[in-house]
């Protein structure tokens, strides 16, 4: 029984982890290049990168884009956040 559960539990974390992946690579893929600079020269991005933390990702894109007055060129990313945030 237990064996099951656990069995259940990696393959729930594992599929959690690609799907973590995946919205990370779509979030990135949104992003035009001068956007992607930005959040590569982020102090955090190595870290992001590293755990593909969508969520960390996208506060980084959030707080880049309301700080440089740029919101009407980034259309899509708060589009984004919208649609993510009906999920969560």
Not at 33 to 42: F, I, L, N, Q, R
Not at 43 to 51: C, E, M, N, S, V
Request: hydrophobic share 40%.
């Amino acid at each position: 029984m237990w064996d099951l559960h656990d069995a259940a539990v990696v393959k729930s974390e594992e599929t959690l982890r690609q799907n973590m992946e995946s919205l990370y690579a779509v979030v990135m893929s949104l992003c035009d290049s001068t956007m992607e600079d930005k959040v590569m020269a982020h102090k955090d991005y190595k870290d992001i990168k590293q755990t593909s933390i969508t969520l960390k990702l996208l506060q980084v894109i959030k707080q880049l884009m309301y700080s440089n007055g740029s919101e009407k060129l980034h259309i899509c990313i708060i589009k984004s956040c919208i649609q993510l945030s009906c999920y969560g």
